[in-house]
C-alpha cells in the first residue's frame, strides 16, 4: 500500500468520478427524452389511427387568457366559432403534436441561459382514447441545470445569472368533437 503514488491516485479517483458523473448525466438525458418520444408517438399513431378528418376543437390557453374554438377539416381551419386569442395562430391538433414534438427533440434553454434557468421542457397530456393532446405546457427544468457545465463554473467561480423572466406556455383542449 506504500507503494501507491497518493497523488497520482487523487487524480484517478477525481477522473472517474467525472466520467461517471457523465455517464449518469447522458443516461438520464436519455430516458428522459425517450420516454416523452414514446409517449408522444404512441398519443400521435392513436390520433391517425382515429382517421378523424372532421373535428371541432375548444382549445384555452391560460397564460393568454383566451379561448378559440375551431372547425377543422382535412387538417385544414374550415370554420372560426369563436377566437379571443388575437396573437394565436389557430391550430389544428397535427400543429399541436407538432408543437410538442419541436418541445420534445430541441434543446432549447431558458432566456437567461441553460446554466441559470435550466432547459425549455414539455410536460403533455394526451387523451386515452383518441391520442390527442389534452393539455401542454412548456415550462423551465431549473432542477436539470446541474447537467450543464457552465451551470458549475458558475457555482465555482461565484458567477451569477441575469433576470430575464420567462412565461410559460399553456393550451388546453376542453373539447374535441367528431363531425360525420
Not at 57 to 69: F, G, K, R
Not at 115 to 135: L, Q, R, T
Not at 138 to 163: A, H, I, V
Request: aromatic share 12%.
Amino acid at each position: 500500500m506504500s507503494n501507491i503514488n497518493k497523488p497520482y491516485l487523487g487524480w484517478v479517483i477525481t477522473i472517474a468520478l467525472l466520467l461517471g458523473s457523465g455517464i449518469a448525466i447522458f443516461a438520464n438525458r436519455t430516458l428522459f427524452l425517450n420516454s416523452s418520444n414514446q409517449e408522444l408517438t404512441a398519443a400521435r399513431k392513436k390520433w391517425e389511427a382515429q382517421s378523424i378528418n372532421h373535428y371541432q376543437v375548444t382549445l384555452n390557453y391560460p397564460n393568454h387568457n383566451c379561448q378559440q374554438e375551431v372547425e377543422i377539416k382535412d387538417n385544414t381551419v374550415i370554420a372560426v366559432k369563436k377566437n379571443t386569442c388575437q396573437t394565436i395562430p389557430l391550430k389544428t391538433i397535427t400543429h399541436l403534436f407538432t408543437e410538442i414534438e419541436s418541445a420534445v427533440n430541441a434543446e432549447k434553454c431558458g432566456p437567461n441561459g441553460c446554466a441559470c434557468d435550466g432547459p425549455v421542457g414539455i410536460d403533455a397530456n394526451y387523451d386515452h382514447k383518441y391520442g390527442y393532446p389534452i393539455k401542454f405546457e412548456f415550462k423551465l427544468k431549473p432542477e436539470q441545470r446541474w447537467q450543464y457545465f457552465d451551470y458549475w463554473k458558475n457555482q465555482l467561480s461565484g458567477g451569477y445569472c441575469t433576470l430575464v423572466g420567462f412565461v410559460g406556455h399553456k393550451v388546453e383542449v376542453s373539447s374535441l368533437t367528431t363531425i360525420r
